[in-house]
């Protein structure tokens, strides 16, 4: 899994990304009939976005990231929120077959991973996860919905535009939220011999002008962040390309792809 997601953009993450409505929590815990009893791994945690709210569910969340600065700040987020059951743990989908050591074989009841399926080798941490996972518990890869910057919208055209000024080429990356990424998700679940379960959760909600850009600046590795000055100039060209409109409508669409293991 790559690394690169440190300091100023582990800080746009936060404060840009969308969290989880309730009921996609729901139906996650429903699908796995998560409990008190439940230890739950949050694979690429990044800030804690889900794992934070599924600690409210289970009775522990080891929420893991192999990148530092995303995990001060889901723990920071943690303890701000007063939320005692969650550990925050550097490591990678490449680190999963030692969790089973380190946490006993049929110890977890499920294994989520959030949008940050694109940055792992699915074949091997689908099969990789079996022992870990108790009967009837498994694997979620989730999206929240389609990059900022490739949706069918007005304001997402717009900001493509000016992404694609900013970085002088044609942007194109869905981070595998579309149908061939959900595609390469579901045969890699059925491969590994989990049942394969989708559900999924709708909802509109505002959207800044700074949020779209901070969710941008989110998405780019550290080394490729423009300068104070390039991002003060991408501010103000997406505020021009949507006409002085501060505030539009994001209908989002969070997917729940679940593999469960047999009883």
């Known amino acids: 899994m790559a690394t690169g997601f ?3 953009v582990a800080t746009y993450y936060a404060r840009h990304r969308r969290g989880y409505p309730p009921e996609a929590v729901d139906a996650l815990a429903a699908v796995f009939g998560l409990g008190p009893d439940d230890t739950v791994v949050d694979l690429g945690c990044g800030t804690g976005q889900l794992s934070i709210p599924l600690a409210d569910r289970v009775g522990a969340v080891v929420g893991m990231d192999p990148e530092p600065d995303m995990l001060a700040i889901a723990r920071r987020a943690a303890l701000d929120r007063g939320t005692a059951n969650a ?3 550097l490591g990678s989908d490449g680190d999963v077959p030692a969790l089973s050591r380190l946490l006993g074989e ?3 009841g499920a294994l989520t991973v959030a949008v940050a399926i694109h940055f792992m080798d699915r074949d091997a941490l689908f099969e990789a996860a079996r022992p870990l996972l108790r009967s009837g518990g498994g694997i979620a890869v989730v999206t929240n919905g389609e990059p900022l910057w490739m949706q069918d919208t007005e304001w997402s055209i717009a900001l493509r535009g000016c992404l694609e ?3 002088g080429h044609p942007v194109t990356g869905r981070c595998q939220t579309d149908e061939d990424g959900r595609r390469r998700n579901r045969e890699a679940l059925v491969g590994a011999g989990y049942r394969y379960e989708e559900t999924s959760v709708r909802y509109d909600a505002p959207l800044t002008v700074d949020d779209m850009v901070g969710g941008v600046f989110s998405a780019m590795s550290a080394e490729r962040l423009p300068t104070l000055h390039q991002r003060a100039e991408f501010a103000a ?4 390309a949507l006409g002085g409109v501060d505030v539009v409508t994001e209908r989002v669409t969070v997917r729940l792809q679940c ?3 047999g009883s």
Do not use: A, K
């Not at 060209?237 to 021009?240: G, N």
């Open 6 to 8: 440190g300091g100023e």
């Open 87 to 89: 550990t925050w743990m």
């Open 165 to 167: 000024r900013m970085v």
């Open 259 to 261: 593999g469960i293991l």
């Open 106 to 108: 049929g110890s977890v």
């Open 237 to 240: 060209d997406v505020r021009d």
